[in-house]
């Protein structure tokens, strides 16, 4: 799925700050972070709906998301924890509030720390 | 909130046969549940999904059944290739705030 690019794809960090990108090419209203650790599914931490901050699930205060508009996604990391070693999907749904939207994964961006 | 419990964990088959990943949900509001495969190092990708007004779906040698009754939704690979195998989410969606509860997955490997 080319049409939800992350970026960088690969990171591996000390205790630094970083941030992923993300921008999807659907035109879609809605727009996720996800966080998979090895072996286990998808968890979300963060949705926007149309740039706005719909559901912030518990998530360390490292992580801070910014939705410059509704085709971007960030998410800011500061001080990474190695518990924080997982591969962060972004995705994106057509629209936000209504049942049955498939939601779009994007190839992921691997963080690992050391 | 939801919580999804997905069996069997690991799931092996001979090619050509039959695969089936069975779902529990718990929050009777939830009205859609979709299949992710992922492949290794990969997004997971929709393979099929089902809404709360059907019980039957069949796509492309996939099918799903939901009972809402029992809570429960299963997905029925048929004529099981090497190229099926892969992990495989279940998950369950609640009508308001669109939020997907993903079962813990299924890896299915198919043997030649």
């Known amino acids: 799925n080319t049409k939800i690019t992350q970026s960088p794809r690969y990171l591996i960090l000390g205790r630094a700050n970083k941030s992923l990108e993300c921008e999807q090419h659907l035109g879609h209203n809605a727009m996720y972070w996800y966080k998979q650790s090895a072996e286990k599914p998808p968890e979300l931490m963060f949705l926007?709906?149309?740039?706005?901050?719909?559901r912030n699930e518990t998530v360390p205060s490292r992580f801070i998301p910014e939705c410059p508009d509704s085709s971007k996604l960030l998410l800011h990391i500061s001080a990474v924890d190695p518990e924080d070693s997982a591969v962060y999907f972004c995705?994106?749904?057509?629209?936000?509030?209504?049942?049955?939207?498939?939601?779009?994964f994007g190839e992921g961006s691997r963080l690992i720390v050391v | 909130g939801e919580q999804v419990e997905q069996l069997p964990s690991i799931l092996r088959v001979q090619e050509g046969s039959s695969a089936s990943i069975n779902c529990t949900y718990e929050n009777s509001a939830s009205n859609y549940f979709p299949w992710y495969k992922q492949e290794p190092g990969e997004n997971p990708k929709l393979i099929i999904d089902i809404r709360s007004n059907m019980e039957r779906k069949q796509t492309q040698g996939l099918i799903v059944l939901l009972d809402k009754k029992a809570k429960r939704f299963s997905l029925h690979i048929t004529d099981t290739q090497p190229g099926d195998s892969a992990m495989y989410f279940c998950a369950a969606s609640d009508s308001g705030y669109n939020k997907l509860t993903f079962g813990k997955g299924t890896v299915l490997l198919v043997s030649p």
């Open positions: 926007y709906n149309l740039k706005q901050l719909i």
């Open positions: 995705a994106s749904s057509q629209v936000w509030g209504r049942s049955g939207n498939t939601l779009y």
